[in-house]
């Protein structure tokens, strides 16, 4: 084929044509803006998805870590308690006087007038 062939399509160069083309360079321009406006608000759209997404992800990662203190601290508040009642049930038992000289015959080889103490293997082992 020759490639200076001569375009067989001529337009036409009234009024009406030149309104028509107009018209459809118009509706063109509008439908291009319209692509790049929906494009712009799904690009927001998904900017706001994104950030909202992120900072929900690290709320649930601290919200995870926060739980596990929280247990830990449960925990620790449950052991104290047991410890409080332990020591307050020895602070009773402290104020029987004899509960305290069983204590002291028992730990410091004491012993009341007229008793002899034997001490056993077990005792002296633990004193040294």
């Keep these: 084929m020759n490639q ?19 018209q459809q360079v118009k509706k ?7 692509r790049r406006r929906l494009a712009l ?8 998805f994104l950030s909202v997404g ?13 739980e596990k203190y929280q247990s830990e ?4 508040q449950e052991a104290s308690k047991e410890k409080k009642a332990k020591l307050e049930k020895e602070v009773d038992l402290l104020e029987d006087e004899d509960y305290v000289a069983k204590i002291a015959r028992d730990r410091f080889l004491y012993s009341k007038d ?10 002296e082992t633990s004193n040294e």
Excluded: M
């Excluded at 200076?4 to 107009?22: G, M, R, V």
């Excluded at 601290?73 to 620790?76: F, K, Y």
């Design 4 to 22: 200076e062939e001569p375009n067989k399509i001529e337009f036409l160069e009234n009024d009406y044509a030149k309104q028509h083309y107009a």
């Design 28 to 34: 063109r321009r509008e439908v291009i803006f319209r």
């Design 41 to 48: 608000v799904f690009a927001i759209a998904t900017v706001i």
């Design 54 to 66: 992120i900072s929900l992800f690290n709320d649930y990662l601290r919200l995870q870590n926060l």
């Design 73 to 76: 601290a449960v925990a620790t």
């Design 114 to 123: 007229g008793e002899l103490v034997f001490p056993l293997p077990e005792h």
